[in-house]
């Protein structure tokens, strides 16, 4: 079996095989192999009666949906435009935003250094970037007056490897966590001219903590820091590590930080201009071709995702290349911030009810509080992002599951939609 870091696959028969199956928008016919039940064709059909009315309504411009069990398609369609503007229809080749669908590549990049030796989860931060040796921690007070102000404490201990990986550093995004955050992630001016990986990681350590290490989960930057490590341990750009070891070997020809070519800039997914959240999210990735983003920046078609996900689905191995070893996958898949790990939880626990997260993608680990729970199988992982993508994978069932559209307005209700379906479908067929 060959190893990602020494040889490239060559999946042009499986790439063929897709584009025909989307080209002639086949609904059904799943295999038979194994115990899992096939979806039931009605019940799929239901989740283009969905799409097509968000369509027709107006709240969506388009999607591209991908359904695959044993490692075909079973559901593969395409709705609407790609762009309201230009009319471009939605097809197998368009190319979406990923933004925060860049994280579980990011972080199986990582991995795969943790694999070979080149880099260990409780590092210090600090050993590679060392503005990360004196970070502090911010505290809202209140001063005598009643007005709020800002204290900052040394952090306990440095930030690690582990800490980026699994959300737990305290470095957040500047739209979470309390009104100073926000004033003081804008006072730094983060996106202020051109900036690459290296001057990001700078600035950003130059910002206090919003939490002590290892001590809550809080999404932000960390993964665009874990990008700048990956650089320096490799010694190659962000892109070029991904490219080597991930992208090429996957066969995702697609998936890059920036478009350069004008057949692809026309492929390009955009949202509605009423999106403006996105709308303007979009404008400043596009504004920065030379931040590499590990933490958002990619943009990637279905096809190229579902490379990706597939050998998630199958442990780290796809097509006889392994890109990382069992141990380190099972590592990756596992609940990290659970009972007895000391991390916190709170209203900006992104993976939700019933999931904890391993090293770049939420794991489901029981049912949830919810009743009645939410559907999916314990074990299942996923991912999604705030441009609308979302991908599910589902070892019980050996399924993945692919959104692809772009929306900021509408993602968490298609989000909750589309899983529902999706999982209506499959126990329909048991």
């Known amino acids: 079996m060959g190893n990602a870091f020494n040889s490239v696959a060559a999946p042009s028969a499986w790439r063929i095989a897709l584009v025909a199956a989307f080209v002639a928008h086949c609904t059904n016919g799943s295999g038979t192999a194994g115990a899992a039940p096939a979806p039931a064709p009605e019940k799929l059909q239901l989740i283009a009666e969905f799409f097509n ?38 097809t197998p080749d368009t190319i979406f935003a990923l933004h925060s669908m860049t994280k579980p590549i990011t972080s199986l990049a990582a991995m795969m250094l943790i694999d070979a030796g080149k880099l260990a989860l409780d590092d210090p931060v600090s050993k590679y970037i060392p503005a990360f040796a004196n970070m502090h921690v911010g505290l809202e007070m209140t001063d005598v007056r009643g007005e709020p102000t800002l204290k900052l404490v040394p952090a306990v201990r440095q930030v690690t490897i582990m800490d980026l990986l699994r959300h737990t550093s305290g470095i957040s995004y500047e739209y979470i966590g309390g009104k100073w955050v926000m004033k003081v992630y804008s006072q730094a001016h983060l996106f202020d001219g051109k900036f690459d990986n290296k001057e990001f990681a700078e600035r950003i350590a130059k910002l206090p903590l919003a939490r002590q290490p290892g001590t809550l989960w809080r999404y932000g930057h960390s993964t665009d820091v874990l990008g700048r490590v990956i650089e320096i341990v490799s010694g190659k750009t962000l892109y070029h590590f991904m490219k080597q070891h991930i992208l090429d070997p996957l066969g995702m020809n697609h998936t890059k930080f920036v478009l350069d070519a004008t057949q692809e800039l026309t492929l390009m997914a955009e949202p509605l201009p009423s999106d403006r959240v996105l709308v303007d999210a979009e404008r400043e990735r596009r504004a920065h071709p030379e931040w590499e983003s590990g933490g958002g920046g990619l943009v990637s078609t279905i096809i190229d995702y579902a490379r990706f996900a597939q050998m998630i689905l199958n442990a780290g191995e796809l097509d006889g290349t392994r890109y990382i070893s069992p141990a380190a996958f099972k590592d990756m898949t596992t609940d990290h911030v659970g009972p007895n790990s000391g991390v916190g939880r709170d209203y900006f626990y992104f993976p939700g009810d019933g999931f904890g997260f391993g090293y770049g993608l939420a794991v489901r680990t029981d049912p949830g509080e919810a009743k009645p729970p939410p559907p999916g199988s314990i074990g299942e992982l996923k991912w999604d992002s705030g441009s609308g993508t979302y991908f599910g994978v589902d070892p019980k069932l050996d399924v993945i599951y692919i959104l692809m559209a772009q929306t900021q307005n509408e993602r968490a209700r298609t989000r909750a939609a589309f899983k529902k379906l999706v999982y209506d479908a499959f126990a329909a067929g048991n």
């Open 53 to 90: 009315n968000e369509v027709a309504t107006g709240k969506l411009p388009g999607a591209v949906i991908l359904i695959q069990q044993h490692g075909r398609p079973v559901y593969l369609k395409c709705f609407g435009v790609r762009d309201v503007t230009t009319k471009l229809p939605m």
